[in-house]
């Protein structure tokens, strides 16, 4: 067979390709210039049951706009809800928990305000990347807390599993609701980082394939609802699940049951200065300075949002600090301080091993709720002094949202 016999073989095949790429092309336009998935609700989207997705579903569901909003990782996270059990002397569902009842209630006393709203909104392996897409996308003007307090340590600027800061769990959620074409540069540095999301830019049936599922889901449901019979919800959760400490069981995808805080349960100390050391292997020089940049846009960004922000340096044990790269805590310190200041932002140095002590923390990084209790008072405290800050939520204005108040075990 000669070529021109081999070509005249294929090009039915050819032609194909070609019109199907072609049909493909006007289908995309069509969509495009249409644009039916634009009002898609967000919170209809398929999704894991992440702690970004469980915190947005709940923050977007209240009536107004929280008082206060506590960022930042796992740091923040866990004290909070630890605290909030034996405080109340009641078992929680942390899915559900998304409240800080001891600091509505305390520093709603100290400021002689009455029913605050105070959002734990830290999440697990959360980076100041994740922390900047928390605000850009949650908080608008309706929704918009009247203070952040922003707790940060190294691990939220380094982290070993983490290679740039669009690969996070939280900044690929959020990154489905907005345009983030000002950060791709710094949050996807390489060109084959980029690959996806450019692609999906350019080509709305794949950029949009979430929002088109979301929509086929809908029209599923409504289709088959009148031949569906009513079913009981099945918890799947096991024993075994539940009995799982705390360190197994802190994954970025939760489900309901999972993550229990019970009131004055006695824990062990755990030490994971293995974890940690594995945590803050390698150079991740890059990854840092990309999250600097990142603290930078976030602390603007609330400024020019009119949100009062406290910052916070997280609590750590001294063997915790003895694991991370030599200097990098102290130009981690040095970063914080600064850019804290030149945004006008108050900063909270808790870093003392005098005032947090091994009883404090269940493992070398994480506070249990003896240590939150420390850990709320003195950023409550803070609050109180601060004239900004204070003003800031005694003032007249929007109503505080009570919804997650005093959720307790489904």
């Known amino acids: 067979m000669n070529p021109a016999q081999a070509i005249r073989r294929q090009s039915p095949l050819c032609s194909k390709f070609i019109w199907a790429a072609v049909l493909l092309l006007l289908v995309d336009i069509a969509i495009l210039l249409v644009n039916p998935f634009g009002k898609v609700n ?29 960022l930042g990782s796992s740091l923040v996270m866990i004290p909070t809800p630890m605290l909030d059990a034996d405080y109340t002397n009641k078992p929680f569902d942390c ?31 959360g980076m100041i990347s994740d922390d900047y897409m928390v605000a850009r996308y949650l908080f608008t ?25 669009a690969t996070s769990h939280p900044f ?5 609701f907005m345009d983030v074409d000002d950060i791709v540069d710094l949050a996807m540095p390489q060109v084959w980082q980029r690959a996806d999301y450019l692609w999906g830019r350019n080509f709305v049936l794949w950029g949009k394939r979430l929002q088109m599922q979301a929509s086929a889901d809908q029209l599923g449901k409504q289709a088959i609802a009148p031949l569906q019979s009513p079913q009981i919800a099945v918890n799947p959760v096991t024993d075994a699940e539940r009995n799982k400490t705390l360190a197994a069981k802190l994954k970025a995808i939760a489900e309901e049951g999972e993550f229990m805080m019970e009131p004055h349960k006695l824990t062990l100390f755990e030490d994971n200065t293995n974890e940690y050391r594995s945590r803050f292997q390698g150079d991740k020089r890059e990854l840092f300075t990309a999250e600097a940049a990142f603290l930078e846009k976030l602390l603007k960004l609330l400024r020019e949002q009119n949100i009062e922000v406290l910052v916070t340096n997280m609590p750590l044990m001294p063997a ?30 808790l870093n003392d091993s005098s005032k947090f002590v091994i009883s404090d923390f269940r493992d070398t990084a994480h506070m249990n709720g003896n240590g939150g209790k420390k850990f709320i008072d003195s950023v409550d405290e803070a609050i109180a002094e601060d004239s900004k800050l204070r003003v800031a939520i005694t003032a007249s204005g929007h109503e505080p949202a009570l919804a997650g108040r005093g959720t307790v075990i489904r």
């Open 42 to 70: 967000p919170t209809t989207l398929p999704s894991p049951h992440s702690w970004e997705w469980w915190r947005t579903q709940s923050y977007l569901a209240a009536p107004t706009a929280p008082d206060v909003v506590l």
């Open 95 to 125: 899915v559900h928990h998304d409240h800080s009842l001891y600091m509505q209630d305390k520093l709603g006393a100290l400021l002689g305000s009455k029913q605050l709203s105070c959002i734990n909104f830290g999440l697990p392996g």
């Open 141 to 165: 003007a309706e929704k918009k807390p009247k203070v952040v307090v922003l707790g940060i340590t190294l691990r939220d600027f380094i982290e070993h599993h983490v290679q740039y800061p």
């Open 172 to 176: 690929k959620y959020f990154q489905q």
């Open 320 to 349: 915790n600090l003895a694991v991370m790269p030599p200097g990098m805590y102290a130009r981690y310190l040095a970063t914080a301080k600064n850019f804290a200041a030149e945004n006008d932002c108050k900063f909270l140095d």
